[in-house]
T-cell receptor, first 111, second 113 residues
Framework: SQQGEEDPQALSIQEGENATMNCSYKTSINNLQWYRQNSGRGLVHLILIRSNEREKHSGRLRVTLDTSKKSSSLLITASRAADTASYFCATNYNQGGKLIFGQGTELSVKP | ETGVTQTPRHLVMGMTNKKSLKCEQHLGHNAMYWYKQSAKKPLELMFVYSLEERVENNSVPSRFSPECPNSSHLFLHLHTLQPEDSALYLC????????????FGQGTRLTVV
């Protein structure tokens, strides 16, 4: 399976703390993307990082990519209760238009 | 509001019914996708269309039939579904297939009874 795997599956933290989620994948990629999903709703794109990039930032979000380890991490700094959601990584492999999602991490930020 | 609109938002259908899900985007994107999201399972890619041509078909049963009449519209025709097909069906679009960020609709919550 080309599907990425994420850990942890669930993460519970206090407001103000940082949250780190990891994603591993199996074959070479064109890019890796992170998405957020609030319960039962559509996904919202957060960051896209290409295979020749190592780090990207967007506001309180920081994404790293290590192609030698076939892994990526998403760091949310100074978390807020509103960050409570499921976070998914998705990989685009070197063939076709497939965007394959991992199982996601459920993040709960307690006020 | 992502610019991708799905209708209906909720659908209950019997196993012998025929229904269609609709997705519309006016973002000028060239690629559109159908995903299935079941409880406790990752999103499953069903179909990818690029410039109205199907480029990916992920071994989806024939009771799901996609249609892309133009680059702004995507349909998923459903017939003789099974209860295990109950799920959230998500449509997405992107400028290019897989290589750019995808914009998702809010999904259609389908229940097969």
């Amino acid at each position: 399976s080309q599907q990425g795997e994420e850990d942890p599956q669930a993460l519970s933290i206090q407001e103000g703390e940082n949250a780190t989620m990891n994603c591993s994948y199996k074959t070479s990629i064109n890019n890796l993307q992170w998405y957020r999903q609030n319960s039962g709703r559509g996904l919202v794109h957060l960051i896209l990082i290409r295979s020749n990039e190592r780090e990207k930032h967007s506001g309180r979000l920081r994404v790293t990519l290590d192609t030698s380890k076939k892994s990526s991490s998403l760091l949310i700094t100074a978390s807020r209760a509103a960050d409570t959601a499921s976070y998914f990584c998705a990989t685009n492999y070197n063939q076709g238009g497939k965007l394959i999602f991992g199982q996601g991490t459920e993040l709960s930020v307690k006020p | 509001e992502t610019g991708v609109t799905q209708t209906p938002r909720h659908l209950v259908m019997g196993m012998t019914n025929k229904k269609s899900l609709k997705c519309e985007q006016h973002l000028g994107h060239n690629a559109m996708y159908w995903y299935k999201q079941s409880a406790k399972k990752p999103l499953e890619l069903m179909f990818v269309y690029s410039l109205e041509e199907r480029v990916e078909n992920n071994s989806v049963p024939s009771r799901f039939s996609p249609e892309c009449p133009n680059s702004s519209h995507l349909f998923l025709h459903l017939h003789t579904l099974q209860p295990e097909d109950s799920a959230l069906y998500l449509c997405a679009s992107s400028q290019e297939p897989g290589n750019t960020e995808a914009f998702f609709g809010q999904g259609t919550r389908l229940t097969v009874v």
